[in-house]
């Protein structure tokens, strides 16, 4: 069973970045995609990129594509997530997980999440 952990978090003005890490603290997830999503207050959570087990290809959700870059290191254990350029509207509390469900290219369920690390971003 994986267990994950986020860090990275912070309070950053507009313009400042951030590297985000998911850590798998128990298990192992260098075997599957894992994901980044966010969530910000009194909103749905929302994809935010994924990355392949081999690292080969990622995928951003249309909004982030410019300005945020995953990457992993499965030595480590550890899923990054570059975030350049960040807005007032990047304020949310950033989750990561792990894909168990995969059709092709397409993840269907993601699970094992983190409890979250909060990026909060002023203007």
């Known amino acids: 069973q994986v267990q994950l952990v986020e860090s990275g978090g912070g309070l950053v003005q507009a313009g400042d970045s951030l590297r985000l890490s998911c850590v798998a603290s128990?298990?192992?997830?260098?075997?599957?995609?894992v994901g980044w999503f966010r969530q910000a207050p009194s909103k749905e959570r929302e994809f935010v990129a994924a990355?392949?087990?081999?690292?080969?290809?990622?995928y951003y959700a249309d909004s982030m594509k410019d300005r945020f870059t995953i990457s992993r290191d499965n030595a480590a254990n550890t899923v990054y997530l570059q975030m350049n350029s960040l807005k007032p509207e990047d304020t949310a509390v950033y989750s990561c997980?792990?894909?168990?469900?995969?059709?092709?290219?397409?993840?269907?369920?993601?699970?094992?999440w983190g409890r979250g690390t909060q990026v909060t971003v002023s203007s």
């Open positions: 997980a792990v894909c168990t469900l995969r059709s092709d290219e397409t993840c269907l369920k993601y699970d094992h």
């Open positions: 128990r298990g192992t997830f260098s075997m599957y995609t």
């Open positions: 990355i392949n087990w081999r690292g080969s290809r990622t």
